[in-house]
C-alpha cells in the first residue's frame, strides 16, 4: 500500500509542467527580488526603444520578442537594443532566463544581457556571440567610453540555433567574480573580474540583433 501510494504521489508530481511550479525562492543564499514570464505583459520593463519590443505569443505561451532593429544609438560603442527591468537596482546577484537568438548567422550573431547598469553609459554586459574578438563573446565593460572586453576566460563562441537556451550570470560585486553559464551549469563559458560598478539595473537585448526572451528570474541582494 505504501509503495503504490509513493507511486502515486511521483507520478502526479511529474504530471505537473515545470512552468506551474514556479521559480524557487532562494539561490546562493540570495532571495528572489524579480520574475516575469511576460504572461500579463511587459510594463515592468523600459526599452531603449519601445517600437522594437514586443509580447507574443508562441504556442499559447507569451514571451518577449525584440523582433526589429532598436533606433537607439548609444552616446558611446555599445549595444543598440536593451530593455531595462524598471525599478530593479542589485548588487551581488543571478539571473536567469530562457533566450532565443532569431538573427541571420554571422561572425557577431548575438544576444545579450546587461547588469551593474548606472546610466546609458556605465554598466556590464554579456555578448554571446557566434565567434570571440575583441568586440565579441564576451563580457564587457561600458565606462563612459566604447565598450572593452574584460573577459578572463571564455570559449571561442556561442552556438546559436532557433532553439531556447537557459542563460545564467552569477555576480558577486565585493570579489568582483563575474561568471556566465549556458545550458551546462556546471562549467562557465566565460568569467571576468571586475569592481567598477558594484550595484546597478538588470536588462537583455542584443548589440544589433533580434532574439526572444522568457522566464526571467533574479535572485539578489539590495544596494
Known amino acids: 500500500m505504501v509503495k503504490a501510494v509513493i507511486m502515486l504521489v511521483v ?31 511587459a510594463d ?3 526599452p531603449t526603444d519601445e517600437k522594437a519590443w514586443k ?12 523582433f ?24 551581488d546577484c543571478v539571473i536567469e532566463a530562457r533566450v532565443r537568438q532569431t538573427g541571420r548567422e554571422y561572425g557577431h550573431r548575438d544576444f545579450c544581457v546587461f547588469f551593474g547598469g548606472v ?13 570571440s574578438d575583441e568586440h565579441a563573446n564576451s563580457i564587457f565593460l561600458v565606462n563612459g567610453a566604447p565598450r572593452v ?3 578572463k576566460e571564455r570559449t571561442t ?11 545564467r550570470v552569477v555576480r558577486n560585486a565585493q570579489s568582483g567574480l563575474i561568471q556566465v553559464f549556458r545550458d551546462d551549469m556546471t562549467k562557465p563559458i566565460m ?33
Open 11 to 41: 507520478a502526479m508530481s511529474a504530471a505537473v509542467p515545470a512552468e506551474n511550479i514556479g521559480p524557487q525562492k532562494e539561490f546562493n543564499g540570495m532571495p528572489l527580488v524579480f520574475s516575469d514570464d511576460f504572461e500579463k505583459g
Open 44 to 46: 515592468r520593463w523600459a
Open 55 to 66: 509580447v507574443a505569443d508562441e504556442d499559447g505561451n507569451k514571451v518577449y520578442s525584440l
Open 68 to 91: 526589429q532593429q532598436s533606433g537607439y544609438e548609444p552616446p558611446v560603442r555599445s549595444p543598440k537594443n536593451i530593455s531595462w527591468v524598471k525599478d530593479l537596482k542589485v548588487s
Open 119 to 131: 546610466d546609458a553609459t556605465h554598466f556590464y554586459y554579456v555578448h554571446m556571440a557566434s565567434k
Open 149 to 151: 572586453s574584460i573577459a
Open 157 to 167: 563562441g556561442t552556438v546559436w540555433d532557433n532553439e531556447y537556451h537557459t542563460v
Open 191 to 223: 568569467t571576468a573580474e571586475d569592481k567598477t560598478f558594484s550595484e546597478g539595473e538588470v536588462g537583455f537585448g542584443s548589440f544589433d540583433d533580434t532574439g526572444v526572451v522568457d522566464d526571467v528570474r533574479v535572485w539578489a541582494t539590495r544596494p
